[in-house]
């Protein structure tokens, strides 16, 4: 499974736009990347996935080059409720005996007002 | 859709002693993943159940077990219980086929052991 790098931590005021950045320069042909976010003492939600270009959901936005070696979140105007932390993913999900997602450190964005 | 529900949401428990947490996937899904969170170890895999048999299994001793039934509902076993076990029990679901590779999982179990 393909390791991933992504910042510790990022700072953001309310109402603006936060780009998290996921480098992941052995990802395999089959790979998805998936996108996850954690509250404290919850479990990761689901937040997007995608396989190459842009993909855009009602919450966020997934920026994948042609190379696939790294993608980007993308969420808008983000509010003080969007404070947690966000795990970016890459595995073949799709195959049929793989369950084990390997999640590294997140980046914990802090949200300010 | 009812999403994944996990019981009991904080169990206490004292060294030795075994534990065992109950998992209900969404409707539909026949796949149920288990994993710890700590703050020093992050998450990490425990194992993976489909169709009542594990698929995968992650790097823990033996002490950790689990089972599915026929419902797909799960169950995760503990024994002996450590210190160390002390952790965030998440369990996820997912649906087999095309396009249904996405995890969804449940709020956790906080077990903490005296």
């Given amino acids: 499974l393909a390791k991933t790098t992504q910042p510790i931590s990022m700072d953001s005021y309310e109402g603006q736009e936060v780009n998290i950045t996921c480098s992941h320069n052995n ?3 089959n790979d998805y990347i998936t996108w996850y976010q954690q509250f404290p003492s919850q479990g990761p939600r689901f937040i997007i996935q995608g396989y190459k270009t842009k993909v855009t959901n009602e919450v966020a936005s997934l920026f994948i080059p042609a190379d696939r070696k790294s993608s980007t979140l993308s969420l808008p ?8 932390v966000y795990y970016c993913l890459v595995g073949d999900y799709g195959s049929s005996n793989t369950g084990k997602l390997i999640f ?6 802090q949200v300010k007002p | 859709k009812a ?34 969170q700590t703050p020093g170890q ?6 993976e159940y489909f169709s009542e048999t594990q698929r995968n299994k992650g790097n823990f001793p ?13 169950e995760m076993n503990v024994s002996t219980l450590e210190l160390g076990d002390s952790a965030l029990y ?3 679901s997912r649906g087999t086929g095309l396009g249904t590779n996405i995890q969804y999982f449940g709020a956790g179990t906080r077990l903490s052991v005296l």
């Fill in chain 1, 77 to 84: 105007r983000v509010s003080l409720s969007d404070t947690a």
């Fill in chain 2, 90 to 92: 998440l369990c996820a």
């Fill in chain 2, 3 to 36: 999403g994944v529900t996990q019981t009991p949401r904080y169990l206490i428990k004292t060294r030795g002693q075994q534990v065992t947490l109950s998992c209900s996937p969404i409707s539909g899904h026949r796949s149920v993943s288990w994993y710890q």
């Fill in chain 2, 42 to 47: 992050g998450l990490q895999f425990l194992f």
């Fill in chain 2, 62 to 74: 033996g002490r950790f077990s689990g089972r599915q039934f026929s419902n797909s509902r799960s």
């Fill in chain 1, 104 to 109: 590294g450190q997140g980046t914990t964005l």
């Fill in chain 1, 27 to 29: 990802i395999a042909t």
